[in-house]
């Protein structure tokens, strides 16, 4: 005879972020990317280059950041750059 709430416990352990993850990754950030894109070329229009220039190194780091969030190397990436300082 099972317990009452075994069944839900043995589920509950077999659930992942992987599909979420996958569609983030897939979807939302290259619309994240595409709007970005959008409105670097906009303000770019308008004649404003030293804004882009100014928005677009802040957009580097933050593409560099995601990257490393995304592709799961963060401790890896972290030890490097601890190795740098403390050598």
């Known amino acids: 005879m099972s317990r009452p709430g075994a ?5 509950a352990q077999d ?10 990754q897939n979807n939302i950030v290259p619309l994240i990317l595409l709007g970005i ?12 280059n030293a804004g882009v220039a100014r928005r677009s190194i802040g957009l580097i780091i933050g593409l560099v950041a995601l990257g490393i969030a995304v592709s799961g190397n963060g401790p ?3 030890a490097f750059l601890a190795n740098l300082i403390v050598g």
């Open 7 to 11: 069944t839900a416990l043995w589920y």
């Open 15 to 24: 659930l992942t972020t992987n599909g979420l993850q996958g569609w983030i």
């Open 37 to 48: 894109a959008i409105i670097l070329l906009w303000i770019g229009g308008r004649g404003d």
């Open 76 to 78: 890896r990436v972290g």
